[in-house]
């Protein structure tokens, strides 16, 4: 057989021709892309890079935190984070090349979100509430710190399910009587009465609470009872009969800015951060000029943008 015989008849040349032609494919389809320069096949490390590099990993626009922390790596640390960036800047230069990132909508999204990232860490390093804007923040909040309203009781339970010579109702009312013959106290009622699916004592519950236990008709039966030393009831649920020992009832109430201060700072912080993101987005826009094509553009302002621009208490720290 002739020498070009055997080289057509050679797997290493299928191969060779497949790959050929699956990589001119491969060119028709993407588009042409010229050899790539000189620059974008240097890859160039330095401190600011691998600075910038630490941040992008840890999702926080810290400059001098990742400055410090670069330094104070051993040598044979520094070699290995060195590879892992080249390693990340080499693929990530390749696939630009090869025109991967082009309509694809996941890249979109994650340089989107790495934008929002440096947005929301360059907030919360500028943004710090004084006291005065603090307490400012609180009092037009008032109502996200109120502390709900609030019962105190124990109770002793007829279940009706249980069959009887007599009816749950009268059993109720005859143990009544004897609670208040013996003068039964809060802590011994756990003696009495019948099995309840849920708790026996109830110390600083909401309505909600109550309700999702008992029931609505006994939470509000419940409602209309002053706290007394006696016993009160039947009031019945959806499981029987209850006689109570209502011993406390608190208003609602906002407590003292002294005593929610951290949870308010929090909520400061979040919305400062979300008022400074809106704000610099749509600052962002402004340097684009938008074209439309058989479309309208809205033109309603974010609740967030508002925010930021009415609420004196967000002020950029300098």
Request: hydrophobic residues 40%; charged residues 30%; without cysteine.
């Amino acid at each position: 057989m002739s020498a070009p015989g055997k080289l057509l008849r050679d797997p290493l040349t299928h191969f060779l021709i497949a790959g050929t032609l699956i990589f001119l494919l491969f060119r028709i389809t993407q588009g042409a892309h010229p050899p790539a320069p000189e620059d974008e096949r240097t890859i160039i490390v330095d401190r600011a890079s691998l600075v910038t590099f630490m941040q992008y990993r840890s999702k926080a626009f810290r400059p001098e935190y990742f400055e410090a922390e670069l330094a104070s790596m051993s040598p044979e640390a520094q070699r290995n984070f060195i590879d892992e960036y080249v390693r990340e800047e080499a693929l990530v230069r390749e696939a630009r090349l090869m025109g991967l990132a082009e309509g694809d909508y996941i890249i979109r999204r994650r340089m989107a979100q790495k934008m929002l990232y440096l947005l929301d860490d360059t907030a919360a390093e500028s943004f710090a509430p004084d006291e005065a804007s603090l307490r400012k923040y609180f009092l037009d909040h008032q109502s996200r710190y109120e502390v709900p309203a609030s019962m105190t009781f124990t109770h002793v339970f007829v279940d009706r399910e249980i069959r009887r010579e007599e009816s749950a109702l009268t059993r109720a009312r005859r143990l009544k009587r004897d609670l208040q013959a013996r003068n039964v106290r809060f802590e011994d009622a756990p003696a009495y009465g019948d099995r309840f699916p849920y708790a026996r004592n109830y110390v600083a519950r909401t309505d909600d609470f109550i309700a999702g236990q008992f029931g609505p008709a006994f939470a509000s039966a419940l409602e209309k009872l002053e706290p007394s030393a006696e016993w009160q009831g039947p009031l019945e649920s959806e499981y029987g009969y209850h006689l109570v020992l209502l011993t406390e009832r608190k208003p609602a109430y906002v407590p003292p800015l002294a005593e929610v201060v951290d949870e308010v700072r929090e909520d400061f912080r979040r919305d400062a951060i979300a008022a400074y993101r809106e704000a610099a987005i749509r600052d962002l826009m402004r340097r684009f000029t938008v074209k439309t094509d058989g479309v309208t553009l809205g033109t309603a302002d974010s609740p967030a943008a508002a925010f930021g621009s009415a609420d004196p208490a967000l002020k950029q720290r300098p």
